[in-house]
């Protein structure tokens, strides 16, 4: 099957540092979704990017659609303790499938 | 956050015993999903249905069946369960598949001794 590698899978940072995470797949995706899973809580939507060369912000969080289709990233920028948490990144491949791909997670921690 | 429920929240139970799992939705949303969550494996689909008694399997299927008499109801049975379905499920639920954004519940943590 089609499969995610999603890097890095852990990471620390002191609270106001920038983040950066990224996606890559051998296969073209039609749509790219980041979640955050809190402890004990199911993963939450942040972005969803549906073309090519997309960018797409939602607050301090800028997500990217690659031009070949086959990688996205995802930046946090001025970090804060409640960013702490994993990041899943998923896409989608399209031509009538439903089903979404997930990366394995990168699970960062904020230093105070 | 979009309504959906997950009962039990959390299940012990032992090798060879039946299992129901069941995901509740108040969005009327006509695609649900059951994913398991396993440590270095991320979430990995089990089945999904695209309508009522409409149901196919996932990439993780063996072991699982699955059941939608309404709209609002998705079970995950597990007939005879085994210590590798020791997981946390998740339901999920998505309007449609075009845009394909997945909402996802709460979870259900398994343990099967």
């Known amino acids: 099957g089609q499969q995610l590698n999603q890097s890095p899978q852990s990471m620390f940072i002191q609270e106001g540092e920038d983040v950066s995470m990224n996606c890559t797949s051998s296969s073209i995706f039609n749509t790219w979704l980041w979640y955050k899973q809190d402890p004990g809580e199911g993963p939450v939507l942040l972005i969803a990017l549906y073309k090519a060369g997309e960018l797409t912000s939602n607050g301090r969080l800028t997500a990217q659609f690659g031009i070949t289709r086959k990688d996205s990233f995802l930046n946090i920028s001025a970090s804060i303790p409640s960013d702490v948490g994993i990041y899943f990144c998923?896409?989608?491949?399209?031509?009538?499938?439903?089903?979404?791909?997930f990366g394995k997670g990168t699970k960062l921690s904020v230093i105070p | 956050d979009a309504g959906i429920t997950q009962s039990p929240r959390h299940k012990v139970t032992e090798t060879g015993t039946p299992v129901t799992l069941r995901c509740h939705q108040t969005?009327?949303?006509?695609?649900m999903y059951w994913y398991r969550q396993d440590p270095g494996h991320g979430l990995r689909l089990i089945h999904y249905?695209?309508?009522?008694?409409?149901?196919d399997k996932g990439e993780v299927s063996d072991g699982y069946s699955v059941s939608r008499s309404k709209t609002e109801d998705f079970l995950l049975t597990l007939e005879s369960a085994t210590s590798s379905q020791t997981s946390v499920y998740f339901c999920?639920?998505?309007?449609?598949?075009?845009?394909?954004?997945?909402?996802f519940g709460p979870g259900t943590r398994l343990t099967v001794l």
């Open positions: 249905s695209y309508g009522v008694k409409d149901t």
């Open positions: 999920a639920i998505s309007e449609s598949e075009v845009t394909d954004t997945q909402y």
């Open positions: 969005e009327n949303h006509r695609y």
């Open positions: 998923a896409g989608q491949s399209g031509a009538g499938s439903y089903q979404l791909t």
